[in-house]
């Protein structure tokens, strides 16, 4: 189909070289009518008796005979691209107002009644007059005829034809018609080729893939390939990660071991303070193991909740991100929920944000917000600061940084701070919390396209999410 396709272009392409050329030569040849009827034209007007045929045909005969016979007597040596000119091959007529020839180059035409030809029928009606005929009949050779008026105090008194002859016109559309043969054959190649190197360059990193999903597909440890086109080997990592959701024996295995860990302790704890509280044990022990219970479950249930919005997050697939948030109000209102615990630690709130918005969803945005707040407030030192603020960088982003007072975060515990389960003992009690927080707070951020980071920071813990401005 390509080729059929490139044959009929090539084709179409060439169907259009030669009405091309002989519009170029039209113009020409209409140039030089117009030139040849302007000179007779300056010659009747230098006359001071009436015009009449007669005297008409004889200021065409004075000025046009002399010049036309002197040229076609020239012998020239002309290279013109690939062709050799040797001579003037125009031809001129003239007839009256009635359309008859008075005046003709070649000497076979004067007298006879050209009135119903194209080119002097229409200049007579003061149209553009042309025509393309046989030269003379009988003859094989055809030429274009191009004519314009003879004027004399605004009428026509006459028509001047210019004659060109296809023959050398022929030539040079044969010549152009060659030369676009040849490129055309010369693109084709080179169009080929690249499309092979194409095919190649395309099929190499494919066979990889394929090669690398049947050895998946095998069970047999095999390593990515090394792919060089991105569109290839973003398709294969996606692929990759699809296997690997696919298979997911051990994402599942991990999920329930850790889960089962982080419940056992709890859940034993519970069991231990229900069977001592069947003892008999003073009123202080039991209302302690009664707290102790109550802790334990609340533990559990926050365990529960936190996959609860882990799973909701995960599983919905049509998340509104074109809500309008308030990030100030957003903030102040997390704020203002937090008052408890806040004004419990005697820690001290020091905001500078301006009223900003961004395109989200202001439930997840706030529970992204929500969940940092409480992890700051949680490892606030007592009596210590929390400092929250919206900058705007030169990098056409905002960053809104969450600062809290407390003791470093050690490097090992920083590259699995956003792992599902994964919690640091809080200060104040050494209990350790469901370890889903920051893993939502990070799902929240990819689908917003926001980047969250967490370093330490000025003898202290920052946090930092990165969002384009709106």
């Not at 008075?102 to 009135?115: A, K, N, Q, T």
């Not at 029928?121 to 009949?137: C, E, F, N, P, V």
């Not at 022990?285 to 529960?304: D, F, M, P, V």
């Not at 203002?336 to 969803?361: A, D, H, M, W």
Request: hydrophobic share 40%; proline share 3%; net charge positive.
């Amino acid at each position: 189909m390509l080729i059929l396709g490139f044959y009929y272009l090539i084709n179409k392409t060439i169907d259009t070289i030669r009405p091309q050329y002989l519009e170029t030569v039209e113009e020409s040849i209409n140039d030089t009518s117009n030139v040849l009827s302007s000179l007779i034209e300056v010659d009747l007007q230098k006359k001071n008796t009436p015009i009449t045929d007669k005297v008409l045909q004889k200021s065409i005969r004075d000025n046009l005979f002399p010049v036309l016979a002197k040229a076609k007597s020239r012998k020239f040596q002309a290279k013109i691209y690939s062709f050799t000119k040797t001579q003037v091959d125009i031809q001129v007529y003239a007839t009256d107002k009635n359309g008859i020839v008075i005046f003709d180059s070649e000497g076979f035409r004067e007298g006879l009644d050209y009135s119903k030809f194209n080119d002097v029928h229409l200049t007579l009606q003061d149209k553009y007059g042309a025509r393309s005929s046989l030269i003379k009949a009988g003859e094989d050779s055809s030429a274009l005829f191009i004519a314009s008026p003879i004027r004399f105090n605004q009428s026509i008194v006459g028509v001047i034809t210019v004659i060109k002859p296809k023959d050398n016109i022929a030539v040079f559309i044969d010549l152009a018609k060659a030369k676009f043969y040849q490129a055309s054959i010369y693109v084709a190649i080179f169009i080929a080729i690249l499309f092979l190197i194409l095919v190649l360059i395309t099929l190499r990193p494919i066979s990889k893939l394929s090669r690398y999903v049947k050895g998946i597909r095998n069970q047999e440890k095999i390593q990515f390939p090394k792919i060089n086109i991105p569109e290839i080997r973003l398709l294969g990592q996606e692929m990759d990660r699809l296997i690997e959701e696919l298979d997911g024996k051990k994402y599942i295995e991990n999920y329930t071991q850790t889960l089962t860990h982080e419940l056992k302790s709890p859940l034993s704890s519970i069991i231990a303070s229900s069977e001592l509280l069947e003892s008999d044990l003073p009123m202080n022990k039991q209302l302690s193991l009664i707290s102790n219970i109550q802790t334990e479950g609340k533990r559990i249930q926050e365990i529960i909740d936190r996959l609860l919005d882990l799973a909701s997050l995960e599983n919905n697939k049509n998340i509104n991100l074109k809500e309008e948030i308030n990030i100030k109000n957003t903030i102040e209102d997390c704020i203002n929920s937090c008052e408890p615990e806040l004004t419990k630690k005697r820690i001290q709130v020091i905001s500078k944000l301006e009223n900003k918005f961004i395109l989200g969803n202001i439930f997840y945005f706030r529970l992204t917000i929500m969940n940092l707040l409480k992890n700051a407030i949680d490892f606030t030192k007592q009596n210590g600061k929390i400092q929250i603020s919206l900058e705007e960088k030169s990098n056409k982003t905002w960053e809104l940084i969450i600062w809290n007072e407390s003791t470093p975060i050690e490097p090992y515990a920083l590259e699995k701070i956003f792992d599902r389960f994964y919690s640091m003992p809080r200060p104040d009690t050494g209990r350790k919390s469901s370890g889903l927080g920051l893993s939502l707070v990070k799902q929240v951020c990819s689908i917003h396209g926001f980047k969250i980071e967490i370093q330490n920071e000025n003898s202290g813990v920052q946090a930092k999410i990165i969002f384009p401005i709106s």
